[in-house]
């Protein structure tokens, strides 16, 4: 299984709720980078074939991780528990991992990513911080009837081709 925690791109902090937070141009701008760059890396075949691929979004449903998520260009489903107070042990539960099949996107928000990410990678959550618009891609194998994790990539908008 592989799971990418993607954390919505920049989105405006002038709006009447926290859900009603749609992008900026930036976040626009990082989240269409960011979102090239997972087509590209998440399959070994061409861009053509990234719909083929099988990968589920799950994605919040605050405006900015939804917006966020159509730069994908891939069906998605809006999950209404991967809200902005979501605590991490659930969203890792909501993803299945590590024996989910698929291969699992989640479109949603600090801190509850990075704690997931914290999780993941040493067992416990700290405040490990995920940039605007950026991934943490893991991937789980089975071994010796355990699972062993391990962290692919990181990536922020800013800083891939």
Known sequence: MQLILWRHAEASDIVPSDLARNLTLKGQRQ???????????CNEQSDDNWHQLDWQVLVSPANRTQQTALA??????????????????????????????????????????????SHLLHGQASGVSVKKGAIWWFETTRRDDKFHTRLRAMAAPDAVD
């Not at 269409?32 to 997972?38: D, E």
């Not at 991490?88 to 704690?115: A, C, D, F």
């Open 31 to 41: 989240a269409a980078h960011m979102a090239a760059w997972l087509r590209r890396n």
């Open 72 to 117: 994908l260009k891939l069906p998605f489903l809006t999950c209404d528990a991967i809200a902005p107070d979501l605590r991490y042990e659930e969203l890792i539960s909501i993803t299945g991992w590590p024996k989910q099949q698929r291969n699992i996107i989640v479109v949603g928000h600090q801190p509850t990513l990075g704690m997931a990410a």
